[in-house]
């Protein structure tokens, strides 16, 4: 019998009443998730979904597992995108029919030994970990990221799908590992459209153009979350690849109305560093932010100021907390992503006007060369490094 999933490969092989499960998995690429890292909190929004929910991971897997039981299953493999630590938690509270979980999301290198030299990842504990139930144990196992390394492990059970013993541990994939000669022919068949695509010119290093008439501008400022920016757009020619790995989501852009008082909320909360500093830092335009870290919680934010959209001439002025100002961000901290649920729960007029990358490769194309000064929009004194 053979199975495969997405990064895991299963056989089973039964002799003499035992029943040998074999696993090859690997850790490729980073899937978009929602994590309840707090127990106290039921959702933690790390990506827009839409209308997709997701719940409690040890809840689930509980109660998954125990359907699977019920159907006649006795060996059950979970699958995880959680990380190690809600690994270890599934493991321990996720029920007492789960066998093995195999993880990623933390890119966490499980190895019992020294890792080889060329090694990217440091060993952060054994292959696999054991976890210990009052009358069971559960073993945890992953292999790091990038597809460095291959992890296999081998696991043995009785007739009743009880498991045994197991062994295993990751390969190390460096470069005397040989090439599959049909993989390779097929890169080599897609290699060139791939690479027209990737090298086509779009222009070189936003307003839209969509403003009412009377008014230079459609919206007074916009705002990103930093985890929505991947990776710095360099000087120089601007192509097709090096926008998509900087705006890689295809989250929604969307415009809407917020008051003054409600934006100040939301700067405040970005410089909250919470989790750890720097966390939740918006990138902002046509807006000035002067921020003081050695303030308290909740008094960081010292001044800010609105470019205006219905002047004659574009300056800046302080913002009105009772004021309505039109805003610009994606859907994922629009719709209260990242815990900005002051934005989620005050905004209003909601208008989506495209999906982020493809409104970036328009305004490329539009206004090429790009030109964007040091207009001092982000001013910190004294940073703090502490809640």
Request: aromatic share 10%; with cysteine; charged share 20%.
């Amino acid at each position: 019998m053979l199975i495969l999933f997405i990064s895991v490969c299963l056989s089973v092989v039964s002799a003499q009443g035992i029943y040998e499960l074999n696993i090859l998995h690997y850790n490729d690429f980073h899937a978009r998730r929602q994590q309840t890292c707090d127990r106290n909190i039921k959702i933690k929004t790390l990506a827009s979904t839409g209308q997709l929910r997701f719940t409690d991971e040890v809840e689930t897997v509980r109660a998954e597992a125990e359907k699977l039981h019920e159907q006649g299953i006795d060996i059950i493999v979970v699958l995880s995108h959680c990380g190690l630590d809600i690994d270890r938690e599934i493991a321990l509270h996720g029920g007492p029919h789960i066998d093995i979980i195999v993880g990623g999301h933390s890119h966490t290198l499980l190895y019992n030994e020294d890792p080889p030299e060329y090694s990217a990842f440091v060993p952060q504990g054994p292959y696999p970990v054991v976890v210990d139930q009052p009358t069971r144990k559960v073993l945890i196992v992953q292999a790091a990221a990038h597809t460095q390394y291959l992890g296999e492990i081998k696991l043995f059970f009785d007739d009743a799908g009880n498991l045994l013993e197991w062994d295993g541990h990751p390969h190390f994939l460096g470069n005397e590992v040989e090439q599959a000669p049909d993989i390779l022919e097929r890169i080599d068949y897609y290699r060139p459209r791939i690479d027209e695509l990737a090298r086509e010119e779009m222009g070189s290093s936003m307003a839209l153009p969509y403003a009412e008439e009377g008014n230079w501008h459609y919206a007074h400022f916009c705002v990103i979350n930093q985890g929505g920016i991947r990776v710095d757009i360099e000087p120089g020619i601007i192509t097709f690849e090096s926008m998509l790995l900087s705006t890689p989501f295809e989250n929604n852009v969307e415009v809407f109305q917020m008051r003054g008082d409600h934006i100040m909320e939301m700067l405040e909360f970005s410089v909250a560093n919470d989790p750890y500093p720097g966390a939740r830092m918006l990138q902002v335009s046509g807006m000035k932010t002067v921020f003081d870290g050695s303030r308290p919680k909740g008094s960081r934010v010292i001044s800010v100021s609105v470019r205006c959209i219905d002047c004659s001439v574009p300056r800046y002025k302080s913002l009105v907390p009772e004021k309505y100002y039109r805003v610009i961000t994606t859907d994922f901290i629009g719709a209260g992503g990242g815990n900005y649920t002051m934005i989620s729960d005050n905004r209003f007029d909601v208008e989506v006007i495209g999906v982020d990358y493809d409104l970036l490769m328009q305004y490329i194309r539009h206004q090429t060369p790009v030109f964007v000064d040091e207009s001092g929009r982000i001013q910190i004194s004294n940073p703090c490094l502490e809640d």
